[in-house]
């Protein structure tokens, strides 16, 4: 299932660079990657593995010499795992309600950020099997493993904060760039971003179910070599759906049924979405040139690249709820570094910015990253229409 699709492909892409160990050199790990898209393979505008980003993969080495999971996380990803289990079985038994509902779509949450997360990067451990059966928890909540290594491995973080190229700040409904042509909406994209955030999981498990049927996601071909991987990704989502939403209907038969799933999902969804909007829109956020007009701009160091347009916020108790990901910066550097490492990387990573004189964009809480993106947002939503 894991194919060694790497061979023959140019191997110094940013997609390479994500998939990479923290040697120093860019050696994409060949059973990290089963689907590869366009993404993968183009012309890169950036420098990789330059001789600054070697001297922190260096320093990064000897401060973390086992770059997978400890047993501390496979305690927590297991306690997450029967939390799900443990609340799907008192949905059956007991039927649906606010709160359990309500704590099933935290737990959810929780494998997406603290279990598939790290597993999908290959970070969990050097067998390739162990970061594929963790992997596959992204489809027990109704995601993908395969589509969620396309969008997120291959697509954003090889070309973070692109315009045209990173999905995660594509599309003209939020105007996440200046790049974006300012519509009369956006006016309020401030206010309504927040309120889509809910609504995730519902893009998640429809529109994708279409994006498996079809090998094509966000606009990309997937490889042709992934149909096994995608045919199990259906299986997974059918049985998804059934677990999900047609059982409970089917027991409990009821508009309250309906109201709890969709709390479920908004918890979920918020949660998951709240943590991905925060990381690369803040005020002072790089974005990187415009695909159309890469040939005309002298190639950017991918690593700066990195940090520049990532944020990082609190420290580890948050990192512990919030799978590594508040360590933003750090994981965009070093993807396949499990998250219960990052504590000791951040020291380091931060460090090495300011040698480098680059700005480590730090937030102490929570709530000053989300009220720093409330204002990007609203800056770009306020901002005269432009570039296009
Ligand atoms: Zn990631």
Same mark, same amino acid.
Do not use: C, M, Q, W
């Given at each position: 299932m894991w194919c060694t699709i790497w061979q023959g492909l140019p191997r110094y892409t940013p997609a390479a660079e994500t998939c990479s *160990? @923290?040697?120093?050199?860019? *050696? =994409?790990? =060949? $059973? !990290?990657?089963c689907c590869i898209s366009t993404a993968a393979q183009g012309e890169t505008a950036f420098e990789l593995n330059s001789e600054a980003f070697r001297s922190l993969k260096s320093r990064v080495r000897k401060a973390i010499p086992y770059q997978h999971a400890t047993w501390e996380w496979y305690i927590k990803a297991c306690f997450i795992m029967l939390g799900n289990f443990y609340l799907e079985y008192l949905i059956y038994t007991q039927g649906p309600s606010l709160i359990k509902h309500g704590l099933l779509g935290f737990f959810m949450a929780l494998v997406g950020l603290a279990i598939q997360h790290d597993a999908n990067h290959g970070g #969990?451990?050097?067998?390739g099997w162990v970061n594929q059966f963790w992997g596959y928890t992204q489809d027990w909540i109704g995601g993908s493993a395969l589509l969620w290594r396309h969008?997120? #491995? %291959?697509m954003h973080h090889a070309? !973070?904060?692109?315009?045209?190229?990173?999905p995660d700040i594509t599309?003209? %409904?939020?105007? @996440? !760039?200046?790049l974006t042509n300012w519509q009369g909406r956006h006016k309020y994209q401030a206010i309504y971003t927040w309120l889509l955030l809910p609504l995730l999981p519902l893009n998640w498990h429809f529109k994708e179910f279409f994006d498996l049927l079809n090998m094509s996601h966000m606009g990309r071909k997937i490889s042709p070599m992934a149909k096994k991987d995608a045919q199990i990704a259906l299986g997974f989502r059918g049985v998804f759906f059934v677990r999900f939403y047609i059982a409970p209907l089917y027991l409990y038969p009821s508009l309250h049924t309906v109201a709890c799933q969709l709390l479920c999902l908004a918890i979920g969804g918020m949660y998951l979405g709240v943590n991905f909007i925060i990381s690369h829109n803040y005020e002072g956020v790089k974005t990187v040139l415009q695909h159309s007009d890469r040939s005309k701009h002298v190639k950017k160091d991918w690593a700066y690249e990195q940090v520049e347009t990532s944020s990082t916020v609190g420290g580890r108790a948050l990192g512990f709820l919030h799978g590594g990901l508040n360590y933003q910066i750090e994981h965009h550097l @070093? =993807?396949?570094?499990?998250? #219960?490492?990052y504590h000791k990387l951040a020291p380091v990573v931060r460090e090495w910015c300011k040698e480098n004189k %680059?700005?480590?964009?730090?937030? =102490? $809480?929570l709530y000053s990253n989300v009220v720093s993106c409330y204002k990007y947002l609203d800056q770009l939503g306020n901002a005269s229409p432009q570039i296009g």
């Open positions: *160990t @923290f040697s120093e050199e860019v *050696t =994409p790990h =060949p $059973t !990290t990657i #969990v451990s050097p067998k969008h997120h #491995v %291959l070309e !973070t904060n692109v315009d045209g190229d990173d599309g003209d %409904l939020i105007r @996440f !760039t200046e @070093f =993807p396949r570094i499990s998250h #219960v490492h %680059l700005r480590y964009a730090y937030y =102490p $809480t």
